[in-house]
């Protein structure tokens, strides 16, 4: 294999209360959980405990058994790594019940089934990235302040939703105000604007899918009214939401949102709907 390198072995379903014997794999596994909970130890005497969202990295050839609770279910997958690009090493990444790596998972299993090996190799890799995504927020969850931690972590899911910055503020509890200078501070940029962000990400996203109008798109992403919708996204792309859906290559961000929205508040336009935007929950994904 070359420096870098990942080949997928097989991937299952495991779904009981009966322990897990023991055992250990020749190549690295993958376990998600993602009903009920199990606790497995490994010889060494380390036991790691999982509940639904939680990823079990098992190094090779560590012989490990699985205690699970009688509702537990779980998807895995084996694979052999080499190089610095993986980090191999023996723990559990918390990824709060993600939907994406539960579908990616799943399907490991189809491609595992019609032995595409291939595909399920390049799958591997884009799971391989997300846990890496995981562990950062992670990582960074324990530098950043509580409140401001609270915050993004509830931007992050709840973007589409309708709520003030003042009601954001409140739930991480800290004053707008020092919440505002806790993003300054973190991120360079307020709270409403890291807000518009993050809805902007899944504009962007929602766009490359034909099947949604413009109003879907704007109401998808947390915005009640498309006019308004889009006069943002120009704002903060220089491009209109038609023109990014034609050519998405060519529309980089603005690095000068923030001006561009204090400006726009300043000539009377509405940097953000009267209470903070808002829309209903995607009935449909990308």
Request: charged letters at 20%; proline letters at 6%; one cysteine or more.
């Amino acid at each position: 294999m070359s420096e870098n390198s990942l080949l997928f072995s097989y991937a299952g379903h495991y779904c009981g209360s009966t322990p897990v014997p023991r055992h250990s794999h020749r190549g690295t596994e993958l376990v998600l959980v993602i009903a009920g909970s199990c606790v497995t130890e490994f010889d060494g005497g380390v036991s790691l405990a999982a509940r639904p969202g939680t990823v079990y990295i098992t190094p090779p050839e560590l012989a490990h058994t699985q205690n699970n609770t009688p509702d537990c279910e779980t998807l895995y997958a084996v694979m052999e790594l080499s190089g610095p690009g993986f980090d191999n090493r023996l723990r559990s990444v918390e990824t709060g019940d993600d939907p994406v790596l539960r579908q990616w998972f799943a399907q490991l299993q189809l491609l595992n089934r019609d032995y595409l090996l291939d595909q399920a190799s390049a799958l591997l890799l884009a799971v391989w990235a997300r846990l890496r995504h995981f562990e950062a927020r992670s990582d960074r969850a324990r530098t950043l302040h509580p409140g401001l931690q609270t915050a993004v972590d509830y931007i992050e899911r709840h973007y589409m939703d309708d709520f003030s910055i003042s009601e954001l503020a409140a739930r991480s509890g800290v004053s707008q105000s020092h919440l505002n200078a806790l993003f300054r501070r973190a991120f360079g940029t307020g709270a409403q604007s890291y807000l518009t962000a993050a809805r902007m990400r899944c504009a962007r996203r929602l766009l490359l899918n034909p099947y949604y109008n413009i109003a879907d798109v704007a109401q998808h992403a947390g915005f009640r009214e498309a006019n308004y919708f889009t006069r943002l996204f120009r704002r903060f792309h220089g491009v209109t939401p038609g023109e990014y859906r034609r050519n998405p290559s060519a529309s980089a961000d603005r690095a000068r949102m923030e001006p561009q929205l204090n400006a726009a508040a300043v000539s009377g336009t509405p940097s953000a709907p009267a209470n903070g935007g808002g829309g209903r929950t995607p009935s449909a994904t990308s």
